[in-house]
């Protein structure tokens, strides 16, 4: 079997665009694995929104993140790419967050240079650390993956468009690009040329974040393939689809109570059962549990 870091890399080597959805928990990848994404991106925003139910404004530990990765991990069989939002602290912090990510299943990550405590790159406020310090901490986790698993991924993400503006965010994913990460993310790009100019500066392949309401334009994913972007991520398409849907049909059951009127908004049980694979899990029962067992659970020994 492939290593999904080394499948990862393959995904991202084959020509052409990659769309890779943002997830939030176990059961949000486990959905988009379904709908047929071959990887899903493990978002910090939806994490502290499901684990915290708060904004993403720096409150999530390591520990708490590479919980959620590994959670994520275990539950899908495809990639998994993570957000260690600035790696939790200094170069050294770096390393440790590697190693993490890479004992939590993720076959890559990407980390930022903002301060502590960061936030979402699409909010307000934010402030970045010096190219030099940033730098070190991308060798840091570069030398760290070298030595455990050198086809995991690690991408650099800057938030420097606005805090320094768009040329300093330039002149860091170049720098970038020295130290030897693999990919890099220039978050909230504001518009067309941008992203042109981004995708024809950087020798390496880029990531094109696209959050409805954010501050980048929501582009075709064929515009932004013929542009050059390589990762096409619709980050929070998940999380919002499935807080609007909840909210909907929660809402409609305080004021009519429970009825098949809105049957369309569910999942039927047999469907919530494949996509849990219970099929597999009865499988284990019919291959490991004894006759006696199987009888008093289901009322029939084994096939």
Known sequence: MVKRTTRLRELLNRPGALVVPGVYDALSARICEMAGFEAVFHSGYGTAAAVLGLPDIGLLTLTEMAAQVKAISRSVRI???GD?????GNAVNACRTVEEYLAAGAAGLFMEDQISPKRCGHMEGKQVISTEEM???????????NGLDPDFVVMYRTD???????EDALARA?????????MVFIEALETREQMERAVREIPVPLMLNLIEGGKTPLIPVEEAEAMGFK???PALSALYSAARGMYDVLSRIRKEGVSDRYRDKLFTFGEFGDLV??????EKEEKYLPPSVLQEKYGCGRK
């Open 174 to 182: 170049k720098a970038a690009v020295d130290v030897g990460v693999d």
């Open 84 to 88: 260690s939002d600035n790696g939790f």
């Open 79 to 81: 990639p998994v790419f």
């Open 277 to 282: 694979r219970f099929a597999e899990i009865r």
């Open 160 to 166: 420097a468009l606005h805090v320094t503006g768009f």
């Open 135 to 145: 730098m070190g901490k991308l060798r840091a986790a570069l030398d760290t993956r």
């Open 231 to 233: 990762l096409i991520v």
